[in-house]
């Protein structure tokens, strides 16, 4: 079982059978969650980035500790949730961002260009400070069955 100890900067691999952690790494990460195992063996993060200030999703090796790809903002395009967050690699090898406390979701290129980009348009407070967090956006595959979005509840 892969776990996040998040408030230890830590992710680890736990064998349940043996109940015990079997494999563990501390990295630059600071409030890491969602890791996740890709097709090509590494692993996936979302890194809060509470020490910073700034948030970043790292693909890294998981045998030598490299990191292999990552995504961060920048002064044009800031990227921080300092909660929350999931990232999703996707099958034409983008990644798709949720940037929960910002509302803002978004689909990054290995290049790290923005393809597309959603801010939640939910707002409270007196001058719309808030914003309604987002706190995890799937893409669905084109084969997801939608006949049940215009259907009507009988009554």
């Known amino acids: 079982m892969l776990i996040s100890q998040r408030t230890l900067n830590q992710i680890a691999v736990v064998d349940l059978d043996q109940e015990k952690i ?14 996740q195992v890709l097709p090509n063996g590494n692993l996936l993060l979302f890194d809060n ?25 920048n002064d044009e395009r800031p990227f921080y ?7 999703q690699r996707l099958s034409n090898e983008n990644t798709l961002v949720t940037e929960s406390a910002g509302g803002r979701a978004f689909e990054v290129t290995p290049e790290g260009e923005i393809v597309w980009e959603f801010h939640n348009p939910h707002r409270a407070g007196e001058h719309d400070e808030y914003v309604a967090t987002l706190f995890e956006v799937l893409r669905l595959p084109p084969d997801f069955p939608t006949d049940w979005i215009n259907a009507r509840p009988e009554k």
Do not use: L, N
């Not at 079997?22 to 890791?35: E, N, Y």
């Open 49 to 73: 980035g509470v020490a910073t200030r700034e948030s970043a999703v790292i693909e890294f090796d998981p045998v030598t500790s490299q990191t292999r790809w990552e995504y961060r903002g």
């Open 81 to 87: 949730s300092h909660h929350c967050g999931t990232v």
């Open 22 to 35: 079997v494999w563990t790494m501390r990295g630059s990460f600071k409030g890491q969650h969602d890791p």
